[in-house]
């Protein structure tokens, strides 16, 4: 990775994993995506959004960790948070299965918006275990080094916290999930909320609310799984970080 990435990781993240970025197979990643980019491919998120989920939720203030597979590869949808797309943009199959969850488990009526932005603000890494993707290709950036940056994130927060909920939907995330220790962490499991997969038990799996009881049973506050509406959101994204 370029130094340029390595300055923008959040401070807490950086003590923890700042290191990882230059071992060898980061620097190939780096040269990769700018190989990439010079071809005139387009990858997503932007560069400054890479580490969003990072930013957004530092270290200490974790409390739930949602891991998605890897960005959403549409033009305008991916912006660093797992899940989320920003205000204006079509709200994403899973996603809507998510909106449908939550409704079924609290009565939340789904947002009229996307952004997850809220939920990271109170402690939820929305974590993609691929931070980067070429347009249009799912799956495009798997297997070139973002899997071992990821799993140190990971590793960090199973070594360092006590009595975190992991939200694993899909094989893919429940693989992820073999890093944390169960006797010292929540480990909630369900199959992915994609239109595939959600009807064999992600709907009706209520991890919302079970989450929720975890954080209550540790003396933490919950999350307000409800969405600020669209407005609001808007607002706060044009006033910066």
Same mark, same amino acid.
């Given at each position: 990775?370029?130094?340029?990435?390595?300055?923008?990781?959040?401070?807490?993240?950086?003590?923890?994993?700042?290191?990882?970025?230059?071992?060898?197979?980061?620097?190939? #990643?780096? $040269?990769? @995506?700018?190989? +990439?980019?010079?071809?005139?491919?387009?990858?997503?998120?932007? =560069?400054?959004?890479? %580490?969003?989920?990072?930013?957004?939720?530092?270290?200490?203030?974790?409390?739930?960790?949602?891991?998605?597979?890897?960005?959403?590869?549409?033009?305008?949808?991916?912006?660093?948070?797992?899940?989320?797309?920003?205000?204006?943009?079509?709200?994403?199959?899973?996603?809507?299965?998510?909106?449908?969850?939550?409704?079924?488990?609290?009565?939340?009526?789904?947002?009229?918006?996307?952004?997850?932005?809220?939920?990271?603000?109170?402690?939820?890494?929305? #974590?993609? $275990?691929? @931070?980067?993707? +070429?347009?249009?290709?799912?799956?495009?950036?798997?297997?070139? =080094?973002?899997?071992? %940056?990821?799993?140190?994130?990971?590793?960090?927060?199973?070594?360092?916290?006590?009595?975190?909920?992991?939200?694993?939907?899909?094989?893919?995330?429940?693989?992820?999930?073999?890093?944390?220790?169960?006797?010292?962490?929540?480990?909630?499991?369900?199959?992915?909320?994609?239109?595939?997969?959600?009807?064999?038990?992600?709907?009706?799996?209520?991890?919302?609310?079970?989450?929720?009881?975890?954080?209550?049973?540790?003396?933490?506050?919950?999350?307000?799984?409800?969405?600020?509406?669209?407005? +609001?959101?808007?607002?706060?994204?044009?006033?910066?970080?």
């Amino acid at each position: 990775m370029s130094d340029e990435d390595r300055i923008r990781l959040e401070p807490s993240w950086k003590a923890r994993v700042g290191d990882y970025l230059q071992r060898p197979d980061m620097r190939e #990643l780096g $040269a990769f @995506l700018r190989q +990439e980019k010079a071809r005139g491919k387009a990858i997503f998120p932007p =560069g400054p959004r890479i %580490f969003s989920a990072l930013d957004a939720t530092p270290f200490d203030q974790v409390k739930v960790v949602i891991l998605g597979q890897d960005p959403y590869h549409g033009a305008g949808q991916a912006h660093g948070l797992c899940f989320s797309v920003l205000p204006g943009v079509p709200v994403p199959p899973s996603l809507q299965n998510i909106y449908k969850e939550m409704k079924a488990d609290l009565g939340i009526p789904p947002a009229d918006h996307g952004c997850l932005l809220s939920w990271a603000r109170q402690g939820v890494l929305l #974590l993609n $275990a691929v @931070l980067t993707v +070429e347009e249009g290709k799912a799956g495009s950036h798997q297997g070139k =080094g973002w899997e071992g %940056f990821t799993d140190a994130i990971v590793q960090a927060l199973d070594r360092e916290r006590e009595g975190l909920v992991f939200m694993l939907w899909g094989s893919y995330a429940q693989a992820k999930g073999k890093l944390v220790d169960p006797r010292r962490h929540c480990m909630l499991r369900a199959p992915h909320p994609s239109p595939l997969s959600a009807h064999r038990g992600f709907l009706g799996c209520g991890h919302f609310g079970k989450a929720n009881r975890w954080l209550h049973g540790a003396g933490l506050a919950p999350i307000q799984w409800a969405l600020p509406p669209r407005a +609001e959101v808007e607002a706060e994204l044009a006033a910066g970080p």
